[in-house]
């Protein structure tokens, strides 16, 4: 069954961390550039971090740059985001997203993607 399922999020207070996974099965991971995006209530959806298939390249937007980190384990299937310094606005559910034979484009133009999972930085 081909899915995606992120877990890992929370409530957290601001400075504090959480890692988020992203667990896949049914498509070639091996094959797959990974990208966790976020949507915040009342605003557009974000690309977060995007890292290639074979794990070479990563991508981070701006406000995360320094204190988000993505990893691959294509053996596991699992694809992680690692957020420490969580800042308020970074409130959001996070979402991964999958583009075959794809590459970290920006675009969201995702062959799969999952449910989300919320991550909630609050005092």
């Known amino acids: 069954q081909l899915q995606l399922v992120e877990s890992g999020g929370g409530l957290v207070k601001p400075g504090g961390s959480l890692r988020l996974s992203c667990a896949t099965s049914?498509?070639?991971?091996?094959?797959?550039?990974i990208t966790w995006f976020r949507r915040a209530p009342g605003k557009e959806r974000e690309g977060v971090s995007c890292i290639t298939s074979g794990g070479r390249t990563t991508d981070y937007t701006d406000s995360v740059k320094g204190r988000f980190t993505i990893s691959r384990d294509n053996a596991e299937s699992t694809v992680y985001l690692q957020m420490n310094s969580l800042k308020p606005e970074d409130t959001a559910v996070y979402y991964c997203g999958a583009t075959v034979w794809g590459s970290c484009s920006g675009r969201f133009d995702f062959d799969y993607w999952g449910q989300g999972t919320q991550v909630t930085v609050s005092p």
């Open positions: 049914g498509f070639s991971l091996v094959n797959s550039a």
